[in-house]
């Protein structure tokens, strides 16, 4: 299995970035698929998910700005980032899992490399 994120950058508070995952090697329409974050020193948080049946579940610091969607035709995984803040910096991870609940590491079993984002003041 291969999770690919990329779409990362550098950009100003108030700007948008869209991420993207691309998934290989697995049934991806089977599995929920998420969003991490983790900022320089500071634990890995969880962002957005949404599930095989496309249910979507947000962090507390990504309601109502970020938007998570899927391409299961594409195996591709989105996070619609907007009104960025420099406390959003951070490398982002997806991840794929199957377990019952998605707002935590311990539920998906696979990782992607990460992408980093960087918002200025």
């Known amino acids: 299995v291969q999770l690919q994120a990329s779409g990362g950058g550098l950009v100003q508070a108030g700007g948008s970035l869209r991420l993207s995952c691309a998934a290989s090697?697995?049934?991806?329409?089977?599995?929920?698929m998420g969003w991490f974050r983790q900022a320089p020193g500071k634990e890995r948080n969880f962002v957005a998910a949404?599930?095989?049946?496309?249910?979507?579940w947000y962090g507390n610091p990504a309601k109502g700005r970020f938007t998570i969607s899927r391409d299961n035709a594409k195996n591709l995984v989105y996070l619609q980032m907007n009104s960025l803040k420099p406390e959003d910096t951070a490398v982002y991870y997806c991840?794929?899992?199957?377990?019952?609940?998605?707002?935590?590491?311990?539920?998906?079993?696979?990782w992607g490399q990460g992408t980093q984002v960087t918002v200025s003041s």
């Open positions: 949404i599930t095989w049946t496309d249910g979507t």
């Open positions: 090697k697995l049934t991806f329409s089977a599995y929920n």
């Open positions: 991840a794929a899992g199957s377990a019952f609940t998605i707002t935590t590491m311990d539920d998906y079993t696979y």
